[in-house]
Nanobody, 126 residues
């Protein structure tokens, strides 16, 4: 059973950088079974895939240029953790942020065989 747990600040000020960490147990980040991704859900909206990293460390970013230019994804295989950094945040970045182990590189729904963290609420406000 793969388990994922997001951690990070729940409140970020506008223009700052949001940093979240996903701690994984039950599988190694170097396995070729999954992509390790970040997905968010703003209030009242659907899921938005932000990016993912594969077992070899290759990073895949959202096709949204606005998201891509502000997003950085990295990993620490020794700690079995991967991270999301989102720069220059605005209140529009307020959302529940999820990390997930997915069979497909990009997801917009919860698919069978994937594993998701419980999600963490991030609010951007001064």
């Amino acid at each position: 059973q793969v388990q994922l747990q997001e951690s990070g600040p729940g409140l970020v000020k506008p223009s700052q950088t949001l940093s979240l960490t996903c701690t994984v147990s039950g599988a190694s980040l170097t396995t070729d079974l999954y992509y390790w991704g970040w997905i968010r859900q703003p209030p009242g909206k659907g899921l938005e895939w932000m990016g993912a990293i594969n077992n070899g460390g290759r990073i895949f970013y959202s096709p949204s240029l606005e998201i891509k230019r502000r997003t950085s994804i990295s990993r620490d295989t020794a700690k079995n953790q991967f991270t999301l950094q989102l720069s220059s945040v605005t209140p529009e970045d307020t959302a529940v942020y999820y990390c997930a182990a997915t069979k497909a590189v990009a997801v917009r729904t919860r698919n069978a065989g994937d594993y998701w963290g419980q999600g963490t609420q991030v609010t951007v406000s001064s």
